[in-house]
């Protein structure tokens, strides 16, 4: 077999190769990732046993500890519809009233039990537009 | 002053549109006079951008609160270094440290390239005043840093205390060096291409800035994970969040790069390989400066704002740089960009770098796909998704068990091509070392739980094997033909090849951060406890004893900085004491006015202090969220108190007496009646190694990068090279 | 703005634009470029990196990643290899009128590109008969 037909097979297989695991890359991303969803699109079209990530703002005087974890309740960004999470696990630093925060859960009859652990709660006012800054400290 | 630093960006953006202008004219019409006055617009803009980076800081520094930017990220209270990080927590001053690095490191970059690549160095200087004038823009008129208020308020609002440890001061500049030092070689082979010259030069004069930039940002990425395990309270280093991520992706490549580099200087394969690598790394650099500001994605960091102006001015730039690479690299890729060799074997060592360098594009393609995966759910199914560590795991991990084997292999093998039984002669005694270290492993530790991670210990003890074997063997061969002892042959070897046993250094670095990461993810013992005081947890072997809570208020300048309750544990292992640990939870007052004079000292921001205890063999680590809702009854009766003695007539200065004297009561009644607090306990081994291993890659690092051993001695050999070398031609 | 901002950005901006400027007032001639100033400078760069690989294969043989056969046929490739990049040097850029030209600025290459591995032993130190070609 000559050299450039040796290579030729190289090439085509090599991408064949890539294309495979890009594949099955893409394939299991689609099935192992979780809708990021705000809570009036929970409240609209939740199905129990789905996880979704649930992003919005903590509603101010909600967080109560509960046995060995917290119930809060999240309120969309823009808006007052919320829901109510119970979570245990690791509760972030910068986790109070008023903070975005993003957290892993199901549907639970009533309220959405929080993933262990799946709490985040981002870093406030980092690179917010200061005039939207409401007082909240930083 | 804040005028001044504003006209200084003003100054620089019109220099960077002169500048690149004047670059490129002079550089198409051989006019040097204003090639010349191209590159001193680089160095005047280095030089306005210092101007406006020293009175910000400045500015910072005395606590100037009439600059809005010093008012919402600095307090009295700041102490004086993070007052100074505290300038790039923001938005405006993080642009304008870049700014700053980007224009510094391209000025340093043209004065030690002078006199070489006359013909492409126009052309990357256009590409630096273009990029530097896109941020003095943006500095400009979209994120001002000198806006002042004529009337200053009496105190900031403080540094985010998480941000108040020296990991995180460090940690942005590292990046921003990085992907700054990174814009060097991005010029430079934009420029190189343009002109068609994409031979072994370009390469050669930005090697130093293409491994001072991965340097760079490998330090910078390590030091935000250590940030993250000593500093927050989830014992963790690395979640694959989106801003992690995208730091982690032009290192990636830019690994790549330095290794498929040197194939194209032996053999002169692989140009347009080399040329889209380093095209890529600098496009991922501004793409990660742009994911941690943009809100494009959820993350820990980024906010999803709609109409971002910032975040749509990088998406225009992003697709610039990407279609001038693309057009650039499709229409030179016949002449220029053709391969002088081609591949001879597939045992031979450009087949183990190229093996890496698709390995590491893969680990990028899938930390890629992972991070930017919201956006394509959201273009495919319409909703947004995410995906978490466990995905990102999945492929990552066996794709680095592959690259720590290839980093075994490539030393060993012979460039071109060698055969297996040389390739055995070579690799057996690191083989048999790996064997043994194998045995060691399944008889003496429960390693063989967990497949994945012995594989990983297997190939990294391998590959440290090697590196040291090549040391060894380098300085017997150097031995014999200098006849020096061993320590000098060792230092000579390394001192004449900086770059081949640099970078084993590297490799040895890198398994060891690889081995600790195995052993600290897959055999960690982690539980959260209740505890009260004198009760015990047992984690992993070792028993953590709530002792006593302690409680103590923080001052500084004056103020009152943090109120600090935590406890002392102590740690033993069969009854002996290991540890005596300390975890707390700094709770910080806040300013915001709607909350009452007691209760903002315990509503604000609190941070973790990390009880922790590093060794060899296993870190003890410790993280306490004490219960304050018994405090909170009184808290708010004292807020009521407060207010009514406000309004009362209680002079402030009584006041402020009667809060000392609250406080310290509050404090003291922790101290002496704490409810059961809640801690989460982890005993993870060979953490330490990580770090460890990260020192040893910036030492190997740096003996890579260090010049060679002086230019006297180097004209002398010199002078015999080129003399032999005419004896050669003779010949 | 007060006045001594204001002066302070006239200082600036005239600073500015005569440090850029100067250049142009100076009429800085056009160095005569030679065409090949390129393709020379890629040259020297090819050949020291030739010369590397070819330090680099005795390494490799001494280490035992080679066998003497392999080197041996390697060492010649490479060498011939070198010739050719030193021909076309040498038809490029004729040493100049001292003659030293070339070694000269061979020595100011290598002072300045720094971290180039030099030579333990003197590549042609075996003599002319390992240099003769097949």
């Known amino acids: 077999m000559d050299p450039a037909r040796k290579r030729l097979i190289r090439l085509v297989v090599a991408l064949t190769v890539a294309l495979l695991l890009a594949g099955a890359l893409a394939y299991t991303s689609f099935s192992a990732s979780s809708s990021a969803v705000t809570p009036s699109q929970l409240l609209r079209s939740a199905t129990p046993g789905r996880s979704y990530q649930l992003t919005g703002k903590v509603v101010g005087g909600s967080i109560a500890h509960v046995g060995d974890g917290i119930t809060f309740r999240v309120r969309d960004r823009a808006g007052t519809a919320s829901v109510p999470v119970r979570y245990t696990g690791e509760i972030p630093d910068p986790f109070r009233d008023g903070r975005e925060v993003i957290v892993t859960v199901h549907k639970d009859g009533g309220t959405y039990v929080g993933e262990k652990d799946s709490l985040v709660t981002k870093c406030p006012s980092k690179f917010a537009d200061p005039s939207k800054a409401t007082g909240q400290p930083a | ?731 | ?134």
């Open chain 2, 1 to 731: 002053m804040a005028t001044v630093g504003q006209a200084c960006l003003l100054i620089a953006l019109g220099l960077c549109g002169y500048g690149a202008v004047a670059s490129i004219y002079g550089a198409r019409s051989g006019r040097d006079a204003f090639v010349l006055s191209g590159r001193r617009s680089l160095f005047a803009v280095a030089g306005l951008a210092t101007v406006a980076f020293v009175i910000l800081e400045a500015a910072f520094l005395r606590s100037d609160f009439h600059y809005t930017v010093v008012a919402t990220h600095s307090s009295l209270t700041t102490p004086w270094y993070y007052r100074l990080a505290a300038m790039w927590s923001s938005q405006e001053g993080s642009l304008l440290l870049w700014l700053f690095l980007l224009a510094v490191w391209s000025s340093v970059a043209l004065v030690l390239l002078r006199g070489r690549l006359r013909d492409v160095a126009p052309y990357a200087t256009a590409v630096q005043l273009g990029l530097a004038g896109f941020f003095s823009g943006l500095l400009v008129f979209t994120a001002q840093p000198f806006e002042t208020v004529p009337v200053a308020p009496s105190d900031g609002i403080g540094l985010n205390p998480l941000l108040r440890h020296p990991s995180m001061m460090i940690h942005p500049v590292m990046l921003y060096s990085g992907y700054t030092l990174f814009s060097v070689p991005f010029a430079f082979v934009v420029g190189a291409l343009v002109v068609r010259r994409v031979d072994a030069e370009w390469i050669r004069a930005t090697r130093f800035f293409s491994l001072a930039a991965w340097l760079c940002l490998g330090f910078g990425i390590i030091l935000g994970a250590r940030w993250s395990y000593s500093e927050l309270g989830w014992g963790g280093y690395w979640a694959w969040d989106p801003v992690e991520n995208a730091s982690l992706l032009p290192w990636l490549t830019g690994t790549a790069f330095l290794h498929s580099v040197m194939i194209q200087e032996k053999r002169g394969m692989l140009k347009i390989w080399n040329a889209s690598l380093v095209l890529a790394t600098g496009i991922l650099a501004i793409l990660g400066t742009f994911l941690v500001r943009s809100g494009i994605l959820d993350s820990i960091h980024a906010f999803v704002e709609e109409g971002n102006t910032i975040a749509w001015a990088f998406t225009a730039l992003i697709s610039v740089l990407v279609v001038l690479s693309v057009y650039l690299v499709i229409t030179r890729r016949n002449d220029v960009l053709r391969s002088e060799a081609r591949l001879d074997s597939m045992f031979s060592r450009e087949a183990a770098f190229l093996a890496n360098n698709l390995v590491l594009v893969g680990v990028t393609f899938v930390v890629f796909w992972g991070t930017f995966f919201p956006l394509i759910s959201e273009a495919v199914t319409g909703s947004k998704a995410a995906v978490g560590p466990p995905w990102f795991d999945r492929y990552v991990v066996p794709l680095v068990l592959i690259l720590v084997l290839l980093s075994g292999i490539g030393p060993v093998i012979a460039w071109r091509r060698t055969t297996v039984a040389r390739l055995w002669g070579t690799v057996r005694g690191p083989v048999i070392f790996s064997a043994v270290v194998a045995a060691l492993l399944l008889v003496g530790t429960n390693a063989a739980q967990d497949t994945e991670s012995l594989i990983l210990f297997l190939a990294a003890t391998f590959a440290i094997a090697v590196a040291v074997h090549e040391l060894w063997r380098g300085m017997r061969a150097r031995q014999l033909m200098t006849g020096e002892g061993p320590p000098r042959a060792l230092v000579g070897l390394v001192r004449r090849n900086r770059r081949r046993y640099g970078g084993y250094i590297v490799h040895i670095g890198v398994s060891l951060i690889f081995i600790g990461v195995a052993a600290s993810s897959a055999f960690q013992h982690e539980r959260d406890a209740v505890l009260r005081p004198g009760q015990s947890a047992r984690v992993g072997g070792y028993t953590y004893t709530y002792l006593r809570p302690t409680a103590k208020i923080e001052q500084r300048a004056g103020e009152l900085e943090r109120i600090s309750l935590g406890s002392k544990i102590r740690v033993t292992k069969g009854g002996k004491q290991v540890a005596m640990l300390s975890p707390t939870r700094g709770y910080y007052p806040t300013n915001a006015p709607m909350l009452g004079v007691l209760s903002r000292y315990f509503i604000g921001d609190s941070t973790s202090e990390v009880g922790l205890k590093a060794g060899w063999r296993r870190d003890l680590w410790i993280a306490e969220q004490p219960d304050i809702s018994n405090l909170m009854p009184i808290v708010r009766k004292g807020d009521a108190v407060f207010a009514k003695a406000a309004a009362g007539g209680v002079s402030a200065q009584m006041r402020a007496i009667f809060l000392g004297q609250a406080l310290n009561g509050l404090v003291a009644r922790y101290r002496a009646s704490a409810p059961p607090a809640q801690f989460r306990i982890i005993v993870s081994p060979l953490t330490g190694w990580i770090w460890f291993g990260a020192m040893i890659v910036l030492f190997g690092g740096f003996v890579a990068i260090w010049p060679a051993p002086g230019a006297a001695r180097g004209l002398v050999r010199a002078r015999y090279t080129a003399r032999v070398a005419r004896d050669l031609s003779r010949a």
């Open chain 3, 1 to 134: 703005m007060d006045i001594a901002a204001l002066l302070i950005v006239i200082a600036l901006v005239g600073l500015a634009v005569w440090f850029v400027g100067q250049p142009l007032r100076r009429g800085a001639a056009a160095r005569a470029r030679a065409a090949d100033e390129g393709r020379i400078a890629d040259l020297r760069a090819a050949r020291l990196a030739k010369y590397g690989e070819i330090r680099d294969a005795e390494m490799d043989y001494r280490t035992g990643k080679l066998s003497e056969e392999d080197w041996r046929v390697l060492d010649r490739q490479l060498r011939a290899e070198a010739v050719d990049i030193l021909h076309e040097l040498d038809t490029l850029a004729p040493g100049g009128a001292d003659g030293h030209g070339e070694e000269a600025a061979t020595a100011a290459d290598v002072a300045q590109a720094g971290s180039e591995p030099e030579a333990q032993q003197p590549v042609g130190a075996r003599g002319p008969a390992t240099i003769a070609r097949p």
